[in-house]
């Protein structure tokens, strides 16, 4: 007997929702009237929004190739306290394998490009193979500086100064002990030691490697999630990690506690 093929009846909602039917009387996508309109929870639709120009807007030539705007990878990031400036934020752009720098994250932004940039390149990580610009770079401010991470480059830290207006870059130098391959000569009672990590999140996720590796548990291992707080109590949200606010729950845990919490490390 012939094996009958099955249909497969899914939406992908790009039409809009439609909970009336099923595959046969509404197929996938047939409410064309409703695209650009975003499905709520109760039944009602709304406009999508979209993004405009900010207004007096500049462009720059970026001079990027079709190729390149397909295989580049492109992404934002921000730098807050440039130089130890609570009033100095920095908007980073990164197109393919350049940073971008403009000043300030609210307002018309496009006008205040700085003249610098920071060509990922020049950090290209030994014996990477990767297409140049195809790996999203990763952001974090420390002590008014900026560390830049990305999958094929070495990490970088850059520094501002206000007096030049310019800013200095900086390969980092990972220095751990106890590397893969070279035994520490100290053995660890794992029931009775602990791990405890504070310092630039960027370094967590190596700790924590090196830290597992000599057989800690994760609970066994305590790290201080530092994040900007501002009210202390739980109210304005600064901290918030997942669904834990670090000015009550923590700023001190287990990472057995938080490490499936979005964004803790
Ligand atoms: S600092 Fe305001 S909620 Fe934590």
């Known amino acids: 007997m012939a094996v009958k093929g099955s249909i497969k009846d899914s939406f992908t909602f790009v039409g809009g929702l439609n909970t009336e039917g099923g595959y046969f009387v509404t197929p996938e996508n047939s409410w064309t009237e409703g695209v650009n309109v975003v499905p709520t929870t109760d039944g009602s639709i709304r406009r999508r929004n979209g993004i405009d120009y900010e207004d007096f807007y500049e462009l720059f030539a970026a001079n ?125 009672d794992v029931e009775k030691t602990y791990c405890t990590i504070v310092g630039p999140p960027i370094m967590y996720r190596f700790c924590l490697i090196e830290a597992n590796k000599k057989g800690l548990a994760d609970d066994h291992i305590i790290v201080s999630l530092e994040r900007r707080m501002k009210c202390g109590v739980g109210k304005c949200g600064h901290c918030q990690v997942g669904g834990l606010y670090a000015c009550q729950d923590g700023p001190v845990f287990r990472y057995s506690d938080i490490y499936n919490v979005k964004e803790a490390i």
């Open 64 to 188: 990027i190739t079709a190729d390149q705007k397909a295989l580049w990878a492109f992404g934002v990031g921000t730098w807050s306290t440039v130089a130890g400036n609570g009033n100095l934020d920095f908007f980073v752009v990164q197109a393919g394998f350049t940073l971008h720098f403009y000043e300030g994250i609210s307002g018309a932004i496009s006008p205040t490009k700085k003249s610098f940039t920071v060509d990922l390149r020049t950090y290209k990580a030994y014996n990477n193979t990767e297409t140049d610009g195809t790996a999203i770079a990763s952001f974090a401010s420390t002590y008014g500086k900026l560390i830049v991470t990305t999958r094929d480059t070495d990490p970088i830290l850059i520094d501002y100064d206000p007096t030049t207006d310019t800013i200095s870059v900086a390969k980092i130098t990972l220095e751990i002990r106890d590397f893969e391959g070279f035994e520490s000569p100290y053995d660890i």
